[in-house]
């Protein structure tokens, strides 16, 4: 290692050499005329100081290193020294002390740098005679691939938090918060997918529901499961590294292992290829399950780290696809990825998948989730059930998850490619038989929605993001702040009607009349204390049936404001008006409307609307607004705080073959009516028969005048 010389150590050295040259030339004289004779005077006179002299410097340059011209002028007269002379040597000894100081300094980083090579090499050595703590054998660095290794090494450092946090807990709480579920994630809890560019828009307590104790009944199966032993992660992982590869392979390859369906609308799983492609298996076959498998490929507009990031935020996740995941936890994260991404990701979680029907029953899965870049550069996001590696209760068994998820390839201008995978075995003894037809085709839990559904909501947040108003909006929205602040309250509001209209085993649905697939089912749920929601009991009410009338058809008769007063009684037959509308996709069934009828018995309120649709299932949802709270919306402030009771209708194909052409625009329809009315503004107060009746009289008459408006459509 070279000697470093500062600006201040080569000036002092500069100025040295000078005075150096000057002290010569006065001590030693010249030879007369300078110009007469250029050769050097080689009888030149060098004065060297006594030895007293040399002590009396020392001991004055220990006291003051630099001294001033008054201290040197009387030093020079104690010694019988010249001023000059005097300088000279404290400019010498400084320069000399520095060198010093300098050539020690190296030594000794040359000796810290010795120690750290032998250290390094001990270590190197220990490391290759290392064996396994779990079976003793060889267990070389290097002999691991990358993303073991990483996740090893994460691992043990979670594990150290844990522990120390756990020694905090059981200080104050007085038990570990390994009794607690972690809900743990690289971005923030409760974040919005709208929060990838538009700041805190999507940020929202009431998304907070995931997570709440409203989220578990009583005696739910899900609330019953934690977090992962330690004994159990290591198995995990080389479950989540297995089920990635299986998944990667399931992606890319085709026929035989992939075909075409009858009605060549969807891509099935061939069996008997898939087990003779994978005869291991990594998840035992179910007796008595059936195999659900699909695959579908799509084009999306958004980049592949946000895909990503949605898919490994539970909040996000869950908001993205509320038609199909009802809820959702993560409870531990084994690893949070490397390099400040989610590359090597690892969480184990549960979640609750869902048709918006209370007719079909949710499937509850507990798995892990783990993602991984590719050295082509593509993500790949693979799901895996862990329901047979511990022993829980054969009631979350209903839905194993074979290795499920997502292939994610960087596209130009923003675009990704995203191929969907989706393989469970199920036990459907509980779908009602409107619906069977639905799920065995696939639309219901398959890729094909998975995918559609990501489609369309890129889109919705692609418009969400716009940093202007496109001239498809019109109405009373005047700012970006109003628009974006009125897109959060509709996100809340499709949140909120989808969490409550499905057979969630939170829900506890009452069958009110008949035995047929009209029956009317209702539950009560009090509110209380939630800004969200106005205080009080809310009865919520649903019905499904099937219509003789393409999905399409019904959808665009819902949604449309000037058709409205053929099925909302609550308008009393009056014209309803189109005050402000946000273009939300492609297709113009997806937009955002605020609504006002002229005839309604309440002047002072407002309707705000969503309806969106894709090939696999349209929405149409609606809830009244206080005028007051809409403008407070509009003027772009916090909407979060905006009381709604959310109703409205979730439109399926019916699963024959015309229905599964993706354009909606044949085969039958399979309807849910939903609504949400407060019927007593006390929580406390006792639910009376007569606001049972009023419901079921409301949705029986909002039933019935669909099906006559459709019918006379039809017949036209």
Same mark, same amino acid.
């Given at each position: 290692?070279?000697?470093?010389?500062?600006?201040?150590?080569?000036?002092?050295?500069?100025?040295?050499?000078?005075?150096?040259?000057?002290?010569?030339?006065?001590?030693?004289?010249?030879?007369?005329?300078?110009?007469?004779?250029?050769?050097?005077?080689?009888?030149?006179?060098?004065?060297?100081?006594?030895?007293?002299?040399?002590?009396?410097?020392?001991?004055?340059?220990?006291?003051?290193?630099?001294?001033?011209?008054?201290?040197?002028?009387?030093?020079?007269?104690?010694?019988?020294?010249?001023?000059?002379?005097?300088?000279?040597?404290?400019?010498?000894?400084?320069?000399?002390?520095?060198?010093?100081?300098?050539?020690?300094?190296?030594?000794?980083?040359?000796?810290?740098?010795?120690?750290?090579?032998?250290?390094?090499?001990?270590?190197?050595?220990?490391?290759?005679?290392?064996?396994?703590?779990?079976?003793?054998?060889?267990?070389?660095?290097?002999?691991?691939?990358?993303?073991?290794?990483?996740?090893?090494?994460?691992?043990?450092?979670?594990?150290?938090?844990?522990?120390?946090?756990?020694?905090?807990?059981?200080?104050?709480?007085?038990?570990?918060?390994?009794?607690?579920?972690?809900?743990?994630?690289?971005?923030?809890?409760?974040?919005?997918?709208?929060?990838?560019?538009?700041?805190?828009?999507?940020?929202?307590?009431?998304?907070?529901?995931?997570?709440?104790?409203?989220?578990?009944?009583?005696?739910?199966?899900?609330?019953?499961?934690?977090?992962?032993?330690?004994?159990?992660?290591?198995?995990?992982?080389?479950?989540?590294?297995?089920?990635?590869?299986?998944?990667?392979?399931?992606?890319?390859?085709?026929?035989?292992?992939?075909?075409?369906?009858?009605?060549?609308?969807?891509?099935?799983?061939?069996?008997?290829?898939?087990?003779?492609?994978?005869?291991?298996?990594?998840?035992?076959?179910?007796?008595?399950?059936?195999?659900?498998?699909?695959?579908?490929?799509?084009?999306?507009?958004?980049?592949?780290?946000?895909?990503?990031?949605?898919?490994?935020?539970?909040?996000?996740?869950?908001?993205?696809?509320?038609?199909?995941?009802?809820?959702?936890?993560?409870?531990?994260?084994?690893?949070?990825?490397?390099?400040?991404?989610?590359?090597?990701?690892?969480?184990?979680?549960?979640?609750?998948?869902?048709?918006?029907?209370?007719?079909?029953?949710?499937?509850?899965?507990?798995?892990?989730?783990?993602?991984?870049?590719?050295?082509?550069?593509?993500?790949?996001?693979?799901?895996?059930?862990?329901?047979?590696?511990?022993?829980?209760?054969?009631?979350?068994?209903?839905?194993?998850?074979?290795?499920?998820?997502?292939?994610?390839?960087?596209?130009?201008?923003?675009?990704?490619?995203?191929?969907?995978?989706?393989?469970?075995?199920?036990?459907?003894?509980?779908?009602?038989?409107?619906?069977?037809?639905?799920?065995?085709?696939?639309?219901?839990?398959?890729?094909?929605?998975?995918?559609?559904?990501?489609?369309?909501?890129?889109?919705?947040?692609?418009?969400?993001?716009?940093?202007?108003?496109?001239?498809?909006?019109?109405?009373?929205?005047?700012?970006?702040?109003?628009?974006?602040?009125?897109?959060?309250?509709?996100?809340?509001?499709?949140?909120?009607?989808?969490?409550?209209?499905?057979?969630?085993?939170?829900?506890?649905?009452?069958?009110?009349?008949?035995?047929?697939?009209?029956?009317?089912?209702?539950?009560?749920?009090?509110?209380?204390?939630?800004?969200?929601?106005?205080?009080?009991?809310?009865?919520?009410?649903?019905?499904?049936?099937?219509?003789?009338?393409?999905?399409?058809?019904?959808?665009?008769?819902?949604?449309?404001?000037?058709?409205?007063?053929?099925?909302?009684?609550?308008?009393?037959?009056?014209?309803?008006?189109?005050?402000?509308?946000?273009?939300?996709?492609?297709?113009?069934?997806?937009?955002?409307?605020?609504?006002?009828?002229?005839?309604?018995?309440?002047?002072?309120?407002?309707?705000?609307?969503?309806?969106?649709?894709?090939?696999?299932?349209?929405?149409?949802?609606?809830?009244?607004?206080?005028?007051?709270?809409?403008?407070?919306?509009? #003027? @772009?402030?916090?909407?979060?705080?905006?009381? +709604? %009771?959310?109703?409205? =209708?979730? /439109? !399926?194909? &019916?699963?024959?073959?015309?229905?599964? #052409? @993706?354009?909606?625009?044949?085969?039958?329809? +399979? %309807?849910?009516?939903? =609504?949400? /009315? !407060?019927? &007593?503004?006390?929580?406390?107060?006792?639910?009376?028969?007569?606001?049972?009746?009023?419901?079921?009289?409301?949705?029986?008459?909002?039933?019935?005048?669909?099906?006559?408006?459709?019918?006379?459509?039809?017949?036209?």
């Amino acid at each position: 290692m070279g000697i470093l010389v500062g600006m201040d150590h080569l000036q002092d050295l500069l100025l040295v050499s000078d005075t150096k040259s000057g002290s010569e030339n006065l001590e030693g004289g010249g030879s007369g005329d300078d110009g007469q004779d250029p050769r050097p005077n080689k009888k030149k006179r060098y004065h060297r100081h006594t030895q007293h002299q040399i002590q009396e410097m020392e001991a004055f340059f220990k006291e003051c290193p630099h001294p001033d011209d008054k201290q040197r002028k009387e030093l020079s007269r104690e010694l019988g020294l010249e001023p000059l002379q005097v300088k000279f040597w404290f400019q010498n000894k400084r320069t000399q002390m520095k060198t010093q100081h300098e050539r020690h300094e190296n030594t000794s980083l040359r000796n810290e740098n010795e120690k750290l090579r032998a250290d390094n090499m001990r270590y190197r050595e220990a490391l290759s005679n290392a064996s396994c703590p779990n079976c003793g054998g060889p267990t070389a660095i290097g002999e691991m691939s990358f993303d073991e290794h990483h996740l090893r090494l994460e691992n043990a450092r979670l594990r150290e938090e844990i522990d120390r946090i756990s020694a905090i807990a059981a200080k104050y709480v007085g038990k570990p918060v390994g009794n607690y579920p972690l809900i743990s994630s690289p971005v923030p809890p409760n974040r919005s997918p709208l929060d990838l560019g538009v700041g805190n828009m999507g940020t929202s307590p009431h998304h907070s529901f995931l997570l709440n104790s409203d989220m578990y009944a009583p005696g739910d199966i899900m609330r019953s499961i934690g977090a992962p032993s330690e004994a159990d992660k290591p198995m995990i992982i080389e479950l989540a590294v297995a089920a990635m590869e299986e998944l990667i392979r399931m992606a890319q390859i085709g026929e035989p292992l992939w075909m075409n369906s009858i009605d060549g609308s969807t891509t099935v799983l061939n069996e008997d290829e898939y087990i003779r492609t994978f005869p291991r298996g990594i998840v035992p076959k179910q007796s008595g399950f059936k195999c659900e498998a699909s695959r579908e490929s799509a084009v999306v507009i958004m980049n592949h780290n946000n895909l990503v990031e949605i898919l490994m935020d539970v909040n996000q996740w869950s908001t993205v696809f509320s038609g199909i995941v009802s809820r959702a936890m993560t409870l531990d994260v084994l690893s949070t990825g490397v390099a400040g991404n989610y590359n090597g990701a690892l969480q184990v979680m549960t979640a609750e998948f869902q048709v918006p029907t209370p007719l079909v029953p949710t499937r509850e899965s507990y798995f892990v989730r783990y993602c991984k870049q590719h050295v082509d550069g593509t993500w790949a996001v693979v799901d895996v059930s862990l329901d047979n590696q511990r022993g829980y209760t054969s009631a979350l068994k209903s839905c194993q998850r074979r290795p499920s998820g997502c292939l994610i390839q960087e596209m130009p201008n923003g675009y990704s490619k995203v191929t969907w995978i989706e393989h469970v075995e199920v036990d459907e003894r509980g779908v009602h038989s409107l619906y069977k037809q639905l799920v065995n085709s696939g639309n219901a839990f398959g890729a094909k929605r998975w995918v559609a559904t990501l489609d369309r909501q890129c889109e919705r947040l692609a418009s969400a993001l716009a940093t202007n108003i496109p001239t498809g909006d019109v109405g009373v929205i005047t700012t970006q702040e109003g628009r974006k602040s009125m897109l959060k309250l509709a996100e809340r509001m499709v949140i909120s009607f989808c969490a409550g209209v499905s057979a969630s085993t939170t829900h506890t649905w009452t069958t009110l009349s008949g035995t047929g697939a009209d029956d009317v089912r209702v539950m009560t749920r009090k509110s209380v204390d939630d800004p969200g929601r106005p205080p009080g009991i809310v009865l919520s009410a649903a019905t499904s049936f099937w219509l003789p009338v393409p999905p399409k058809r019904v959808f665009e008769f819902l949604r449309d404001e000037n058709s409205r007063n053929e099925w909302d009684i609550l308008s009393n037959g009056g014209v309803v008006q189109e005050m402000a509308h946000i273009a939300n996709g492609r297709d113009t069934g997806n937009c955002v409307s605020l609504l006002r009828s002229a005839n309604s018995s309440q002047s002072n309120m407002l309707i705000l609307q969503e309806s969106c649709t894709d090939s696999t299932a349209s929405y149409v949802i609606y809830a009244p607004v206080d005028i007051v709270a809409m403008n407070v919306v509009l #003027n @772009g402030s916090d909407p979060d705080y905006v009381a +709604l %009771l959310p109703s409205g =209708f979730a /439109i !399926l194909p &019916d699963g024959t073959s015309g229905s599964n #052409n @993706g354009e909606g625009e044949s085969g039958g329809s +399979l %309807l849910t009516v939903a =609504f949400q /009315i !407060l019927v &007593d503004s006390v929580p406390t107060a006792k639910l009376s028969l007569g606001s049972v009746a009023t419901v079921n009289n409301l949705i029986a008459c909002t039933v019935e005048r669909i099906k006559a408006s459709l019918s006379l459509d039809n017949e036209a």
